[in-house]
């Protein structure tokens, strides 16, 4: 079974950065894309950065140039550097596949929160 887990959240001020973690069980990460998704109250997940099996990486619009998706194969884990922090980046973050590989039973995710 696959499993999902997310840490490094926490609150920062804007202008901060975070390091966000995914450990993942039950797969070998690089035979899936994988990606870093995010919700707050209110809106719908999105999509922020994803990497491919070829290590092609993709952002959404509102976080290129600030943020940066990594994985680690040895360690079975993804991460999400994220860098000049807005107020606009609070919500839970979640890792999973994508529409192409397949999307896994989703963790607990790890919140963000960016305020003054």
């Known amino acids: 079974q696959v499993q999902l887990v997310e840490s490094g959240g926490g609150w920062v001020q804007p202008g901060g950065s975070l390091r966000l973690s995914c450990a993942v069980s039950?797969?070998?990460?690089?035979?899936?894309?994988m990606g870093w998704y995010r919700q707050a109250p209110g809106n719908e997940r999105e999509l922020v950065a994803r990497?491919?099996?070829?290590?092609?990486?993709n952002y959404a619009d509102s976080v290129k140039g600030r943020f940066t998706i990594s994985r680690d194969i040895a360690k079975n884990t993804v991460y999400l550097q994220m860098n000049s922090l807005k107020a606009e980046d609070t919500a839970v973050y979640y890792c999973?596949?994508?529409?192409?590989?397949?999307?896994?039973?989703w963790g607990q995710g790890t919140q963000v929160t960016v305020s003054s």
């Open positions: 999973n596949g994508d529409y192409n590989t397949g999307y896994f039973q």
């Open positions: 039950g797969i070998t990460i690089n035979f899936y894309h």
């Open positions: 990497i491919t099996r070829g290590d092609i990486t």
